[in-house]
């Protein structure tokens, strides 16, 4: 290390070490417009000597000076891409790496690693290179793979604020802090140095492992000079250990990019990573396609593909300048691929296929599949390599690589070598799309398990809101519904199974089922939570839910709750905006079995708001769940424009704590009572003439209301259900209410537990025909038991 070098920063830096590095700046001319004391250092010639002449002179090139014997280059990427000329003479638009050797009259030859990154913008420097001496790599446990260049800067450079502004961009695996730490330290310094790590790399670094080319290349010159001297030479071992080298280092290749692919589950994530792998040290340009069924979460193709199998381009990786490729081939498009392509045999076959060189009629051939772009001069004179992406043997979709003309062509070992990274990056992608495919099962599944609330029902407004869990599966056993009662009243439910998965969502499903039709039965609310406990141990062992639930009565203004273990409602009054937790029996949870339910009444007033939750809103591991119940209180009672603002306001005051694993449901609800003056009950007799006083009750109740309009189609309605009532119905007595609120709500109460049923009457029948005409008319219509017998209902639209 040069002396003038300060010492090693601290280990959080992870930095190994640093080195005097040559810095040169070329402008658009090829002229040298910047040459560090580093260069002058490494190269020779002096800043006086070296500014304003041509770079390709001065730098290890392959060139006169080659010939002339001061540099002895090797070709750019160890002998996989062009060298330094190509970059100096506009040849290349992307970065660029590689060795040369240096070997000047009265001092030791040097091997030098260079690197070049094209400079865009409105100066006119165009190019910046950097030059080290590999010498000062390569130590026992160091390999040049594992080298790239930090950040190159000189004070002396007039554009060293831009350059500095644009560090990140030019070495994509840097931070913004670390690079106004090299930045600061450099400008301090005023001396070009190489900063490397051995845990990161960028996209440019010399490829296929530096030293051990050049051990071989020092083999291969030792066996020709060995020959030219007459002495035998054991070129079957010389052979064996070239093929053993590269062998290795194309499996070293392939074990890191198996480290840089797979890092997620996200299939649009794996898509990225996969491309990112091998450009540019493998390919120029990666295009990635896959089936459509892939993209879409459909599961797994049928089929082998044909020419009419439609293929989606999801990436497109590059080293051109940007935007190049962005028109012509947009990321997005989906296309098919005819026979007569490589791309179609390709999928077919599923094997590899190598195109040397992209000739003018193939490349005519695929530009015919791009319709009005003409992508020949993205394609033709390149190289190129199509490798299927497989699992289970089935074609997936398949990757386009092309190298530049520039670069060597793709041979026998890159179609191996290509073919081993497809697989690989399949088997990734496969895994990426299960995920994708059980995560849209599972969410499909918990959709339709939730229930669609209707967001207004009698006397009472409902707003819900549902979040799935962070686990895997994204899918829970939380849900929320509201149900129809007699009596103008609503059931409200939120409950919660014990776990996550498909199993949680298979048994909420079962449940939420079940008090769905127990609820139809009006039973009351603790003793439809121990119908539901028995439920659940009939079930299995394992079956272990929390559930609320509730019944609002808008006439009487009062609700009846029961609880099993679940987490207490709030209710928010409309008094004074106050808000508190409900004292419930807590109860044990659903499955458990032998423990009673208690029911506890509940007065409200119109406009109260009560708020039911699961525990994964107001729960947080490793924090003590009275501070969620608080803070949905305060929340609760914030003041709201609507019923979705305010469980939004909700949402935002709990779910930004952090550390929330579980699935959320959230059931708000407006309890706005019915005015008495919207109710009208009389009681009936079982008097065949009862019939025809209620048709004049309705007739002048719906008067009294304004609705004349609906007095024909109540007074046929009324007379019907009455009727039945009459004729059918055990007891003494049956009741006839009419509830205004949002519409017109007709119930009949009597004392028979007999529900009626729709008859099919033949045209000579004289009865049958009254529950088929109340399904015609009205808007809904239903039949329910009660404690005391039954009730029959419809209901009509107001006008």
Same mark, same amino acid.
């Given at each position: ?12 830096y ?11 700046? !070329?402008?658009?001319?090829?002229l !040298?417009?910047?040459w ?20 390709v002179?001065?730098?290890?090139v ?28 506009g040849?290349?638009?992307? *970065?660029a790496?590689g ?13 030098? @690693?260079?690197w070049?990154?094209?400079?865009v ?20 446990d ?9 950040f ?8 060293s ?11 994509p ?12 330290q ?18 440019v670094t ?26 035998a030479? #054991? ?18 290749? @392939?074990n ?14 794996? =898509?990225?990573?996969?491309s ?18 892939? =993209? ?5 193709? #049928?089929?082998? *593909? ?17 935007g190049?490729?962005?028109d012509?081939v ?32 193939m490349?005519?051939?695929?530009a ?5 772009? #003409? ?8 190289s ?11 074609v ?5 690589l ?10 026998d ?58 686990l895997?599966?994204? !899918?829970?056993g ?9 009596g ?6 939120v409950?919660?199974v014990m776990?996550?998965?498909?199993n ?10 079940a ?43 009062? @609700? ?7 987490? *207490?409602?709030?209710i928010?009054r ?8 409900l ?25 109260d ?11 947080v591991?490793g924090?003590?769940?009275?501070? +969620?119940?608080?803070t949905?209180?305060e ?6 424009a609507?019923?979705d603002?305010a ?5 935002r ?6 550390g ?9 609800a407006?309890?706005?009572? =019915? ?14 003439r009862?019939a ?63 529900l009626p ?9 004289? @009865?049958g025909? +009254? ?10 219509? +239903?039949?329910?038991r009660?404690t ?9 639209a107001l006008?």
């Amino acid at each position: 290390m040069d002396s003038g070098v300060p010492p090693t920063p601290p280990q959080q830096y992870a930095v190994a070490g640093r080195i005097p590095l040559a810095v040169v700046v !070329v402008d658009g001319d090829g002229l !040298v417009s910047h040459w560090s004391t580093g260069a002058r250092r490494l190269l020779g010639p002096t800043r006086e000597e070296a500014v304003g002449r041509l770079a390709v002179d001065l730098l290890p090139v392959t060139g006169a000076l080659a010939a002339e014997g001061e540099y002895d280059s090797y070709d750019g990427y160890g002998g996989l891409g062009p060298g330094l000329d190509a970059s100096l003479n506009g040849l290349t638009s992307y *970065p660029a790496a590689g060795r040369a050797r240096l070997a000047e009259p009265g001092r030791e030859r040097v091997d030098v @690693l260079w690197w070049a990154y094209p400079m865009v913008g409105p100066g006119e420097e165009r190019l910046l290179v950097l030059a080290a001496d590999a010498a000062q790599f390569v130590g026992e446990d160091q390999s040049v793979e594992r080298i790239a260049p930090g950040f190159a800067l000189h004070t002396e450079f007039p554009g060293s604020d831009e350059l500095a502004r644009r560090l990140p961009e030019i070495l994509p695996s840097m931070s913004v802090q670390e690079s106004t730490r090299i930045v600061s330290q450099v400008l301090d310094l005023g001396y070009p140095v190489l900063e490397f790590s051995h845990h990161d790399r960028v996209p440019v670094t010399p490829d296929w492992g530096v030293p051990r080319r050049a051990e071989r290349k020092a083999r291969q010159e030792a066996a020709e000079a060995a020959a030219a001297a007459g002495r035998a030479v #054991d070129t079957a071992d010389l052979e064996q250990d070239l093929e053993y080298a590269a062998v290795r280092e194309r499996l070293e290749f @392939l074990n890191e990019v198996s480290g840089r692919i797979g890092s997620s589950l996200d299939l649009a994530r794996t =898509i990225q990573e996969v491309s990112a792998a091998v450009v540019p040290r493998f390919t120029d340009v990666a295009g990635t396609y896959l089936r459509e069924q892939v =993209i879409a979460g459909e599961g797994f193709p #049928d089929g082998p *593909p044909d020419a009419t199998t439609m293929w989606h381009r999801v990436a497109v990786e590059h080293v051109d300048e940007p935007g190049r490729w962005d028109d012509v081939v947009p990321v997005g498009e989906s296309m098919p691929f005819p026979e007569h392509t490589p791309f179609f045999q390709c999928m077919t076959t599923g094997d590899p296929v190598l195109v040397p060189r992209i000739s003018e009629q193939m490349g005519t051939a695929i530009a015919s599949q791009f319709e009005k772009r #003409d992508i020949r001069p993205l394609i033709s004179g390149r190289s190129m390599l199509v490798v299927p992406l497989k699992a289970r043997n089935v074609v997936l979709g398949f990757m386009i690589l092309l190298r530049h003309p520039e670069r060597a062509l793709f041979n026998d070992m890159d179609r191996v070598t290509g073919a081993e990274l497809a697989a690989r990056a399949g088997l990734v992608l496969d895994n990426a799309r299960m995920y994708t495919y059980q995560e849209n099962v599972a969410e499909t599944l918990q959709d339709s398990m939730l229930p669609q609330v209707t967001p207004r029902m009698a006397g009472c407004d409902t707003a819900t809101r549902y979040l799935p869990g962070t686990l895997l599966g994204r !899918v829970g056993g939380d849900w929320f519904d509201s149900i129809k009662l007699p009596g103008s009243r609503t059931a409200l439910v939120v409950g919660d199974v014990m776990g996550h998965g498909l199993n949680s969502a298979a048994m909420m499903g079962q449940l939420r089922t079940a008090v769905q039709t127990m609820a139809a039965l009006d039973l009351p609310p603790e003793q439809l939570l121990r119908n539901l406990d028995d439920l659940a141990q009939r079930l299995g062992e394992h079956y272990l839910a929390t559930c609320l639930y509730a019944v609002y009565d808008p006439i009487g203004n009062e @609700l009846q709750m029961a609880n099993a273990g679940h987490v *207490p409602p709030v209710i928010v009054r409309a008094a004074d905006g106050r808000s508190e937790l409900l004292d419930l029996p807590t109860g044990a949870p659903i499955g458990v079995g032998g423990v009673p339910f208690r029911c506890v009444r509940v007065p409200v007033a119109p406009g109260d708001r009560l708020v039911m939750c699961t525990d994964g809103l107001v729960e947080v591991r490793g924090e003590d769940i009275g501070v +969620g119940l608080a803070t949905l209180c305060e929340s609760a009672a914030h003041p709201a424009a609507s019923m979705d603002d305010a469980c939004d306001t909700i949402i935002r005051s709990l779910n930004t704590r952090g550390g929330r694993k579980d699935d959320v449901a959230l059931l708000m609800a407006r309890l706005n009572g =019915i005015d008495p003056e919207d109710v009208a009950v009389w009681e009936l007799s079982r008097e065949p003439r009862e019939a025809a006083r209620a048709r004049r009750l309705v007739l002048g109740q719906l008067r009294s209301w304004g609705l004349a309009e609906l007095t024909e189609t109540v007074e046929l309605l009324v007379s019907e259900v009455v009727t039945n009532a009459i004729r059918h119905a055990s007891g003494r007595s049956a009741e006839l209410r009419l509830v205004r609120a949002g519409s017109l709500l007709c119930e009949v109460a009597d004392e028979d537990h007999n529900l009626p049923a729709m008859l099919d009457a033949r045209p000579a029948d004289e @009865l049958g025909r +009254g529950l088929r005409l109340v399904s015609s008319l009205a808007r809904e219509w +239903g039949t329910s038991r009660t404690t005391e017998g039954k009730t029959v209902w419809f209901e009509l639209a107001l006008p």
